[in-house]
Nanobody
Framework: QVQLVESGGGLVQAGGSLRLSCAAT????????MGWFRQAPEREREFVAA????????HYTDSVKGRFTISRDNAKNMVYLQMNALKPEDTAVYYC????????????????WGPGTQVTVSS
């Protein structure tokens, strides 16, 4: 099973940018679909973005389309989330996740999770 650790979170003003990184350890990182999810206080965990095994396909939730970009580097066992034009409603703990299935936006399809990194966007 792959182990995941996120980094890059922090405090940023509305309109600013952050780049989240997720480092993966374990066998065959390139065999996993990778995703980013987020959870705000008192809300359920929600899908943000996912990328296919080789990075050729991506999928985003509507609220981040055009602002966020997910990418991966299989040679480095890394997945990234570039977040631009951040809004206060993007404030949440962001989680990196791995799935051994196809691209999905369902929490239940992702079996490995990192501990999360806090992103706070001030107005």
């Amino acid at each position: 099973q792959v182990q995941l650790v996120e980094s890059g979170g922090g405090l940023v003003q509305a309109g600013g940018s952050l780049r989240l990184s997720c480092a993966a350890t374990g066998p065959t990182f390139s065999s996993y679909t990778m995703g980013w999810f987020r959870q705000a206080p008192e809300r359920e965990r929600e899908f943000v973005a996912a990328v296919s095994l080789r990075g050729s396909s991506t999928h985003y939730t509507d609220s981040v389309k055009g602002r966020f970009t997910i990418s991966r580097d299989n040679a480095k066992n890394m997945v990234y989330l570039q977040m631009n034009a951040l809004k206060p409603e993007d404030t949440a703990v962001y989680y990196c996740a791995a799935s051994d299935g196809p691209i999905s936006d369902s929490v239940a399809d992702f079996g490995s999770w990192g501990p999360g990194t806090q992103v706070t966007v001030s107005s």
